[in-house]
């Protein structure tokens, strides 16, 4: 190892952060030669100034006081805001803006107001659902038009049979108000679906036989009480 | 039932903060235990110092990076990646900001030691102060570039470990190790006519900074 190497390592070798050969390569030439030998007591003193020569600089007494009083003074942290749900963050990414959430706000409230209307129209309507497709073989019946009758159903009955282009023209007996409610699956009454059912029948102009009724059964919703029967 | 002298129970035994980890402090930070945050400031505060007064030159301005470090420490506590030491995580935050103050204030990165002359009037202002950077050591470790008074310092007045070094600096491991000689060299250039003339001057010897 020649004088100039051995230079480069002084510093280490004084360290110990030489592997072993080196440092063995470095103490024979130390031992022989004067000139580096004479350097490496420069160098020692270098590391014993590094030691002892440095002060140890401190901060200002009041270091960690002003540090604590700046942590109280940053932004609380709140609870991770992402603890919303999922459908709220998802919501607010689509329609970030104000705007857009109170247009979308109102369409909903449009929809649901839509919805209420038509399901509120279709629930007062009704509509006879025809059981049998008898009715148009029907011929010239009289409409027997009780005056006794108080079911208001009964009336709007008459009347959207009479506005019935098919039944118009032919006269029906009504019979029967009966205050039924559908049968279930299992053959019990359910009290959810409240019918009405009219017994429509033929007159027949022999005025003998009660044929067998055609029966139009008509969903409603009022739950008044069933009339009493008719006679005819 | 038995009657006799009361055990404690393990389960509720409170540690002393002063006996743990620093991963074990800043979790205990992550809940907002202030108390453990003052441990781990105590114990980092006067390394940093050392360092970054060394760094930059001037007190007023080290005490501000300090305290930024430990603020940046409170801050991103949640983003401290476990699989390097504390040590290094916090050392990286202050070498980062010393190198951004550095640049910011454009300062030379070589001051011939004459330049050095104009900060010991300005440090004699300080109240009471020993001029604890004018001697001649630290004279010439303020003079070395700074790539190599960084890495100077670290090495022999924080004591740390080339892989530390390598890992707080994110620089390959051989460069460090270079560098570190390189620094050295320069030193002892800058040191040669001056040794003799400091040896013999030096007092009753300062509490070694790694005791810290």
Same mark, same amino acid.
């Given at each position: 190892?020649?004088?100039?190497?051995?230079?480069?390592?002084?510093?280490?070798?004084?360290?110990?952060?030489?592997?072993?050969?080196?440092?063995?390569?470095?103490?024979?030439?130390?031992?022989?030669?004067?000139?580096?030998?004479?350097?490496?007591?420069?160098?020692?003193?270098?590391?014993?100034?590094?030691?002892?020569?440095?002060?140890?600089?401190?901060?200002?007494?009041?270091?960690?006081?002003?540090?604590?009083?700046?942590?109280?003074?940053?932004?609380?942290?709140?609870?991770?805001?992402?603890?919303?749900?999922?459908?709220?963050?998802?919501?607010?990414?689509?329609?970030?803006?104000?705007?857009?959430?109170?247009?979308?706000?109102?369409?909903?409230?449009?929809?649901?107001?839509?919805?209420?209307?038509?399901?509120?129209?279709?629930?007062?309507?009704?509509?006879?659902?025809?059981?049998?497709?008898?009715?148009?073989?029907?011929?010239?019946?009289?409409?027997?038009?009780?005056?006794?009758?108080?079911?208001?159903?009964?009336?709007?009955?008459?009347?959207?049979?009479?506005?019935?282009?098919?039944?118009?023209?032919?006269?029906?007996?009504?019979?029967?108000?009966?205050?039924?409610?559908?049968?279930?699956?299992?053959?019990?009454?359910?009290?959810?679906?409240?019918?009405?059912?009219?017994?429509?029948?033929?007159?027949?102009?022999?005025?003998?036989?009660?044929?067998?009724?055609?029966?139009?059964?008509?969903?409603?919703?009022?739950?008044?009480?069933?009339?009493?029967?008719?006679?005819? | 039932?038995?009657?006799?002298?009361?055990?404690?129970?393990?389960?509720?035994?409170?540690?002393?903060?002063?006996?743990?980890?620093?991963?074990?402090?800043?979790?205990?930070?992550?809940?907002?235990?202030?108390?453990?945050?003052?441990?781990?400031?105590?114990?980092?505060?006067?390394?940093?110092?050392?360092?970054?007064?060394?760094?930059?030159?001037?007190?007023?301005?080290?005490?501000?990076?300090?305290?930024?470090?430990?603020? %940046?420490?409170?801050?991103?506590? +949640? =983003?401290?990646?476990?699989?390097?030491?504390? #040590? @290094?995580?916090?050392?990286? &935050? !202050?070498?980062?900001?010393?190198?951004?103050?550095?640049?910011?204030?454009?300062?030379?990165?070589?001051?011939?030691?004459?330049?050095?002359?104009?900060? %010991?009037?300005?440090?004699?202002? +300080? =109240?009471?102060?020993?001029?604890?950077?004018? #001697? @001649?050591?630290?004279?010439? &470790? !303020?003079?070395?570039?700074?790539?190599?008074?960084?890495?100077?310092?670290?090495?022999?007045?924080?004591?740390?470990?080339?892989?530390?070094?390598?890992?707080?600096?994110?620089?390959?491991?051989?460069?460090?190790?270079?560098?570190?000689?390189?620094?050295?060299?320069?030193?002892?250039?800058?040191?040669?006519?001056?040794?003799?003339?400091?040896?013999?001057?030096?007092?009753?010897?300062?509490?070694?900074?790694?005791?810290?």
């Amino acid at each position: 190892m020649n004088c100039r190497r051995v230079r480069q390592y002084l510093f280490g070798y004084f360290k110990q952060e030489l592997p072993p050969e080196e440092t063995e390569e470095v103490r024979v030439h130390l031992d022989s030669c004067p000139e580096c030998a004479k350097e490496a007591k420069e160098i020692k003193k270098i590391n014993f100034m590094l030691k002892d020569d440095l002060e140890t600089l401190v901060p200002s007494t009041d270091f960690n006081e002003k540090l604590l009083a700046k942590i109280q003074m940053l932004p609380s942290e709140t609870k991770e805001k992402d603890t919303r749900r999922w459908w709220v963050r998802l919501l607010l990414e689509v329609f970030p803006s104000v705007r857009w959430r109170w247009a979308l706000a109102g369409a909903v409230s449009v929809i649901i107001f839509a919805y209420a209307v038509m399901f509120t129209q279709k629930q007062t309507s009704i509509r006879p659902e025809f059981y049998s497709q008898d009715a148009e073989k029907m011929e010239g019946q009289d409409l027997v038009n009780s005056p006794k009758v108080t079911d208001s159903l009964y009336q709007e009955l008459l009347e959207r049979v009479a506005q019935t282009s098919t039944l118009r023209d032919r006269a029906f007996i009504i019979d029967n108000f009966s205050f039924s409610a559908s049968r279930g699956e299992d053959g019990r009454i359910q009290p959810e679906d409240l019918y009405k059912r009219f017994v429509i029948e033929r007159r027949s102009p022999l005025n003998t036989q009660r044929g067998r009724g055609n029966h139009y059964v008509l969903p409603v919703v009022s739950t008044q009480p069933a009339s009493q029967k008719v006679d005819y | 039932m038995p009657t006799g002298e009361r055990v404690p129970n393990r389960k509720w035994r409170v540690s002393d903060p002063v006996d743990l980890t620093d991963k074990d402090l800043l979790a205990r930070v992550k809940a907002n235990d202030t108390i453990a945050f003052s441990v781990l400031v105590d114990r980092y505060k006067i390394r940093l110092f050392n360092l970054i007064y060394r760094m930059l030159q001037n007190r007023e301005e080290a005490e501000d990076i300090l305290q930024e470090t430990f603020l %940046r420490v409170f801050k991103e506590k +949640e =983003k401290y990646d476990p699989t390097y030491a504390f #040590s @290094t995580w916090i050392y990286t &935050i !202050a070498l980062n900001l010393c190198r951004n103050e550095l640049k910011r204030k454009k300062r030379f990165k070589f001051f011939g030691l004459d330049l050095i002359k104009e900060d %010991r009037r300005y440090a004699v202002e +300080e =109240k009471g102060n020993k001029n604890c950077l004018s #001697s @001649t050591l630290e004279k010439a &470790i !303020a003079s070395l570039p700074v790539k190599y008074r960084t890495v100077f310092l670290l090495r022999e007045v924080n004591q740390l470990s080339y892989e530390e070094m390598s890992q707080s600096l994110d620089i390959p491991l051989g460069t460090v190790k270079s560098r570190v000689n390189r620094a050295r060299l320069i030193l002892r250039k800058r040191l040669k006519p001056k040794i003799e003339e400091q040896y013999e001057l030096s007092k009753s010897s300062p509490i070694p900074i790694w005791l810290f």
